[in-house]
T-cell receptor, first 111, second 117 residues
């Protein structure tokens, strides 16, 4: 069975400091990994996906199949990065890409 | 951008009654929609996959007779919680895939908070 683990429930950092959110997964198939973000009083939205290999809002994430990890990083955190972050594993192929979510990490960026 | 709406945003019902929640894709067609459940301070749990014109597929442990899903058009899926009980109280979230882009990104609705008294 697939599983996504986010070991930190809360990360508190100061503005300008680096932030790294950990995500580990277990899946027997070929994984598709995503990071979703939910800002206060807003809906869940896609932040980035591993196949895109892009940086969004300064965030990057690299899929490490050897360590089965997909950690999210940002070198200089901003106050507007305060939000709930979810790592998600996609399964089922292109049609009907079912998602399994991790427990989420709340990020608090202090001024 | 792709927008998904849900109605109602919150609902309170009495135990034993049924409640219908709508999920609409406002500016795109969605052959596939998903229904999630989120308990307080917990993550989203996939309940079922809603396919336009065919039966929904449910995740293991989800009662299909309890949570009826209908996806009658390319822009609307409904979740009906039948004979609701207090333990069904939760936050229900839907998402929809834009079938026109070929990317199959999921766009999420704002969620519906159900309280069963």
């Amino acid at each position: 069975a697939q599983r996504v683990t986010q070991p930190e429930k809360l990360l508190s950092v100061f503005k300008g400091a680096p932030v790294e959110l950990k995500c580990n997964y277990s899946y027997s198939g070929s994984p598709e990994l995503f990071w979703y973000v939910q800002y206060s009083r807003q809906r869940l939205q896609l932040l980035l996906r591993h196949i895109s290999r892009e940086s969004i809002k300064g965030f990057t994430a690299d899929l490490n199949k050897g360590e089965t990890s997909f950690h999210l990083k940002k070198p200089f955190a901003q106050e507007e990065d305060s939000a709930m972050y979810y790592c998600a594993l996609g399964r089922g192929g292109a049609a009907g890409n079912k998602l399994t979510f991790g427990g989420g990490t709340r990020v608090l960026v202090k001024p | 951008g792709a927008v998904v709406s849900q109605h109602p945003s919150w609902v309170i019902c009495k135990s034993g009654t049924s409640v219908k929640i709508e999920c609409r894709s406002l500016d795109f067609q969605a052959t596939t929609m998903f229904w999630y459940r989120q308990f307080p301070k917990q993550s989203l749990m996939l309940m079922a996959t809603s396919n336009e014109g065919s039966k929904a597929t449910y995740e293991q442990g989800v009662e299909k007779d309890k949570f009826l899903i209908n996806h009658a058009s390319l822009t609307l899926s409904t979740l009906t919680v039948t004979s609701a009980h207090p333990e069904d109280s939760s936050f229900y979230i839907c998402s929809a895939c834009d079938s026109g882009t070929g990317v199959y990104e999921q766009y999420f609705g704002p969620g519906t908070r159900l309280t069963v008294t």
